[in-house]
């Protein structure tokens, strides 16, 4: 798969220049000519459009000779140059140095101070003399146009650096990541009490308080994700630059040629800043939206996290281009009576409207309060505006030959789709066996091509082909079966839409099982350097134990020696144990300490390990809620049989105290690293996330969190 691709696109979107229109880097040498050009028209007409050689003409001296006088009073040999070189190459003729200045000479004999002044004198037809443009005009057109495509420099530069900026920080944690796979011994130097201050109040915490995964409710309705510190201040940063970029080096021309009203001035200089800053945002943007981000890889980031910073740069994509579109106001309202009219005759303009209000309508849509509830047909609705935003965005830019800008960022969208297909193809569509277990798990089983390699801890998009969801996918862990070769398995939680279809689907089928065809778009995900690390940590609940499990599978099979791992999943009811049973008997191993904490008693807890199971779960309410409040002898006698089948594991019937466990966790480390890996609740996974940042102190030596829940 070639995710270079993505690569060479953006490489050849910053490298190029769009000589012929559209984006280039302005030189003052060849403004002073379009300087010159500007105020000679002002003047009087030299030759019609039709003219291809308009300037460098050298049969038209009136043309010739009066720009030569004109960039003479420049005083810019480099700009004399560039005007003689420039005609050189159009002219079949040739045109040189002693062309430019006999032109000059002979100008000289007939120049005229005031072309409206000579008889027969017609603005809309070409004039036969040279005219002679005052000193004080020149230095006026010049100083309008090189601000003004200045100003378009900049909005380039600085929508470049914006993004930028984010490669920047991506392959400073790529080198990072690197070096913790080849060198972890180098890593480890970054320990100590400086270092843990740094992960202690800058990396590692929340914004604030504890939550980050856990959804914050602004006026207890609004729910919202808080960032962490790290996240906080890279994005603080960005939105830094953002801001400083769109208010330096704004300054009114006194005199300008262009513009008569300093408002139609200034509303053109902002819009034109702020247009090219989007447009070079705009692939960025797009990239870090897909699957397929190469960056996830080399950078190690988490999807969840591009998918933050996605929704940042849309943010100010959005402000921006809604500040394009009042400064192109005040310019058309500026510049005089029907301007502003025609132009929004347009269809460029009017596509442009399209693409602003499709990109206002994706910031309404794509708020939590909306998206958590139907999260299907926000995606739908999402890539639909997308295509708006894009084509309308297209189209507004078309008559200023920007389109290749737009290329790449379609070319992105294409390539995610291309490979997101390509990889169900390399799947194939195969029937899996689906089971509903302990009344709150689908157990996803299915035969994997031989060359489909998952790996510890990768994920993928489930597609079930059922009426009710066939057009669905959603991310989950793979586990690769040690006792069927070439079959995985997936653990879906029973939640609502597409799940609580299957759940209700299977509660009528013979022994709550089915084979239904599914295709695997996957694996993605990244490897994380674990076994670098003299000890770890996996905490896990409910149905984030798979991912952990392979990860600590993988360890054991690879590092047989000087192994210290702590395995703990915590889960409300023995009966979740059902459903990764011979999983968690797997586990067993002597440097290997499992725990399994249980919260909320046995409700539900039936004899599954042979077939004389005695079902305790009754269908009434009544007996639902006796045996959730009652241990009857056979509860106790069933549970004490699981645990003597479990004995490497530690039964712990409470709820762990994050802060006390890591505490404890780290002293007996004896000062060696730690890698603490986790996937559980949210809520549970950010009071992890504190409890770390209050116990770093107590070791010197690095520890270091690898937090995999998704989240955004």
């Given at each position: 798969?070639?995710?270079?691709?993505?690569?060479?696109?953006?490489?050849?979107?910053?490298?190029?220049?769009?000589?012929?229109?559209?984006?280039?880097?302005?030189?003052?040498?060849?403004?002073?000519?379009?300087?010159?050009?500007?105020?000679?028209?002002?003047?009087?007409?030299?030759?019609?459009?039709?003219?291809?050689?308009?300037?460098?003409?050298?049969?038209?001296?009136?043309?010739?000779?009066?720009?030569?006088?004109?960039?003479?009073?420049?005083?810019?040999?480099?700009?004399?140059?560039?005007?003689?070189?420039?005609?050189?190459?159009?002219?079949?003729?040739?045109?040189?140095?002693?062309?430019?200045?006999?032109?000059?000479?002979?100008?000289?004999?007939?120049?005229?101070?005031?072309?409206?002044?000579?008889?027969?004198?017609?603005?809309?037809?070409?004039?036969?003399?040279?005219?002679?443009?005052?000193?004080?005009?020149?230095?006026?057109?010049?100083?309008?146009?090189?601000?003004?495509?200045?100003?378009?420099?900049?909005?380039?530069?600085?929508?470049?650096?914006?993004?930028?900026?984010w490669f920047f920080l991506i392959i400073l944690s790529g080198i990072w990541r690197l070096m913790a796979f080849m060198t972890p011994s180098f890593v480890k130097k970054f320990s100590g009490s400086l270092s843990n201050k740094v992960r202690k109040y800058i990396t590692l915490p929340a914004l604030f308080?504890?939550?980050?995964?856990?959804?914050?409710?602004?006026?207890?309705?609004?729910?919202?994700?808080?960032?962490?510190?790290?996240?906080?201040?890279?994005?603080?940063?960005?939105?830094?630059?953002?801001?400083?970029?769109?208010?330096?080096?704004?300054?009114?021309?006194?005199?300008?040629?262009?513009?008569?009203?300093?408002?139609?001035?200034?509303?053109?200089?902002?819009?034109?800043?702020?247009?090219?800053?989007?447009?070079?945002?705009?692939?960025?943007?797009?990239?870090?939206?897909?699957?397929?981000?190469?960056?996830?890889?080399?950078?190690?980031?988490?999807?969840?996290?591009?998918?933050?910073?996605?929704?940042?740069?849309?943010?100010?994509?959005?402000?921006?281009?809604?500040?394009?579109?009042?400064?192109?106001?005040?310019?058309?309202?500026?510049?005089?009576?029907?301007?502003?009219?025609?132009?929004?005759?347009?269809?460029?303009?009017?596509?442009?409207?399209?693409?602003?209000?499709?990109?206002?309508?994706?910031?309404?849509?794509?708020?939590?309060?909306?998206?958590?509830?139907?999260?299907?047909?926000?995606?739908?609705?999402?890539?639909?505006?997308?295509?708006?935003?894009?084509?309308?965005?297209?189209?507004?830019?078309?008559?200023?030959?920007?389109?290749?800008?737009?290329?790449?960022?379609?070319?992105?969208?294409?390539?995610?789709?291309?490979?997101?297909?390509?990889?169900?193809?390399?799947?194939?569509?195969?029937?899996?066996?689906?089971?509903?277990?302990?009344?709150?798990?689908?157990?996803?089983?299915?035969?994997?091509?031989?060359?489909?390699?998952?790996?510890?801890?990768?994920?993928?998009?489930?597609?079930?082909?059922?009426?009710?969801?066939?057009?669905?996918?959603?991310?989950?862990?793979?586990?690769?079966?040690?006792?069927?070769?070439?079959?995985?398995?997936?653990?879906?939680?029973?939640?609502?839409?597409?799940?609580?279809?299957?759940?209700?689907?299977?509660?009528?089928?013979?022994?709550?099982?089915?084979?239904?065809?599914?295709?695997?778009?996957?694996?993605?995900?990244?490897?994380?350097?674990?076994?670098?690390?003299?000890?770890?940590?996996?905490?896990?609940?409910?149905?984030?134990?798979?991912?952990?499990?392979?990860?600590?599978k993988q360890l054991v099979q690879k590092k047989t020696s000087n192994l210290n791992m702590k395995f703990i999943w915590i889960i409300r009811h023995y009966k979740s144990i059902e459903w990764f049973y011979q999983e968690l008997v797997n586990l067993e191993h002597p440097s290997v300490d499992v725990e399994?904490?249980?919260?909320?008693?046995?409700?539900?807890?039936?004899?599954?390990?042979?077939?004389?199971?005695?079902?305790?779960?009754?269908?009434?309410?009544?007996?639902?809620?006796?045996?959730?409040?009652?241990?009857?002898?056979?509860?106790?006698?069933?549970?004490?049989e699981l645990k003597s089948k479990l004995s490497h594991i530690k039964f712990i019937e409470q709820r762990p105290n994050m802060n006390d466990l890591l505490s404890k966790e780290i002293e007996q480390a004896n000062n060696g690293t730690i890698a603490i890996s986790t996937c559980c609740h949210t809520s549970?996974?950010?009071?992890?996330?504190?409890?770390?940042?209050?116990?770093?102190?107590?070791?010197?030596?690095?520890?270091?969190?690898?937090?995999?829940?998704?989240?955004?």
């Amino acid at each position: 798969m070639n995710y270079l691709a993505i690569f060479f696109i953006l490489f050849t979107l910053v490298k190029g220049d769009y000589t012929d229109g559209g984006w280039k880097i302005y030189h003052r040498a060849p403004l002073y000519t379009v300087a010159c050009a500007q105020i000679i028209g002002k003047n009087a007409l030299y030759f019609k459009e039709t003219d291809t050689l308009g300037w460098c003409n050298l049969d038209n001296q009136p043309a010739v000779g009066t720009m030569a006088h004109a960039l003479t009073l420049t005083n810019s040999t480099k700009a004399i140059d560039y005007f003689v070189n420039d005609c050189n190459k159009i002219n079949p003729d040739g045109f040189t140095m002693d062309d430019f200045k006999a032109a000059f000479d002979n100008a000289t004999k007939y120049l005229v101070a005031n072309a409206s002044a000579e008889p027969g004198f017609n603005i809309t037809l070409p004039f036969n003399k040279p005219v002679a443009i005052k000193q004080a005009k020149i230095d006026a057109a010049i100083n309008s146009s090189v601000s003004r495509y200045q100003n378009m420099n900049y909005g380039s530069i600085f929508g470049l650096v914006l993004s930028g900026y984010w490669f920047f920080l991506i392959i400073l944690s790529g080198i990072w990541r690197l070096m913790a796979f080849m060198t972890p011994s180098f890593v480890k130097k970054f320990s100590g009490s400086l270092s843990n201050k740094v992960r202690k109040y800058i990396t590692l915490p929340a914004l604030f308080g504890k939550k980050h995964n856990d959804y914050f409710y602004i006026f207890g309705v609004f729910p919202v994700l808080i960032p962490t510190r790290w996240e906080s201040i890279m994005l603080g940063v960005y939105w830094i630059l953002v801001l400083a970029f769109n208010v330096c080096d704004f300054h009114h021309n006194v005199g300008n040629t262009i513009w008569v009203l300093q408002s139609a001035e200034m509303g053109r200089k902002i819009a034109d800043r702020t247009g090219y800053m989007v447009i070079f945002m705009y692939p960025t943007l797009v990239l870090f939206a897909g699957r397929n981000n190469f960056l996830q890889l080399f950078s190690g980031w988490s999807y969840s996290r591009f998918i933050l910073i996605h929704k940042w740069i849309a943010r100010a994509v959005t402000l921006l281009s809604l500040v394009h579109a009042v400064g192109m106001t005040y310019n058309g309202k500026g510049i005089g009576v029907g301007k502003y009219e025609a132009r929004n005759a347009k269809p460029y303009v009017r596509w442009g409207y399209v693409a602003f209000i499709a990109m206002a309508l994706m910031l309404v849509q794509a708020m939590n309060v909306l998206r958590k509830s139907r999260y299907e047909i926000f995606v739908a609705i999402h890539v639909i505006l997308a295509v708006f935003v894009l084509i309308g965005s297209w189209i507004h830019v078309s008559e200023d030959l920007l389109t290749p800008i737009y290329y790449s960022a379609a070319a992105v969208w294409v390539f995610d789709r291309v490979v997101r297909i390509g990889r169900l193809m390399a799947f194939g569509i195969r029937k899996a066996k689906i089971q509903l277990i302990a009344d709150e798990t689908l157990k996803v089983t299915v035969k994997r091509p031989s060359y489909w390699k998952p790996f510890a801890g990768a994920h993928a998009y489930v597609h079930i082909f059922r009426p009710s969801c066939f057009w669905q996918s959603h991310p989950f862990t793979i586990v690769d079966e040690v006792s069927e070769q070439n079959t995985i398995t997936f653990y879906l939680k029973v939640k609502g839409g597409m799940t609580h279809g299957l759940y209700q689907y299977l509660k009528k089928q013979p022994n709550q099982t089915s084979e239904i065809p599914i295709s695997v778009e996957g694996p993605y995900g990244h490897r994380l350097p674990l076994s670098r690390y003299d000890s770890q940590i996996f905490i896990s609940s409910g149905n984030g134990i798979p991912g952990l499990y392979e990860e600590a599978k993988q360890l054991v099979q690879k590092k047989t020696s000087n192994l210290n791992m702590k395995f703990i999943w915590i889960i409300r009811h023995y009966k979740s144990i059902e459903w990764f049973y011979q999983e968690l008997v797997n586990l067993e191993h002597p440097s290997v300490d499992v725990e399994i904490y249980i919260t909320n008693g046995s409700a539900g807890v039936h004899k599954f390990w042979d077939d004389s199971s005695s079902d305790l779960n009754s269908n009434s309410e009544k007996n639902s809620e006796e045996l959730n409040n009652e241990k009857t002898e056979e509860i106790e006698s069933i549970i004490g049989e699981l645990k003597s089948k479990l004995s490497h594991i530690k039964f712990i019937e409470q709820r762990p105290n994050m802060n006390d466990l890591l505490s404890k966790e780290i002293e007996q480390a004896n000062n060696g690293t730690i890698a603490i890996s986790t996937c559980c609740h949210t809520s549970i996974d950010d009071d992890i996330r504190r409890s770390l940042v209050n116990n770093l102190d107590k070791s010197q030596n690095r520890i270091d969190l690898y937090d995999q829940i998704q989240v955004w």
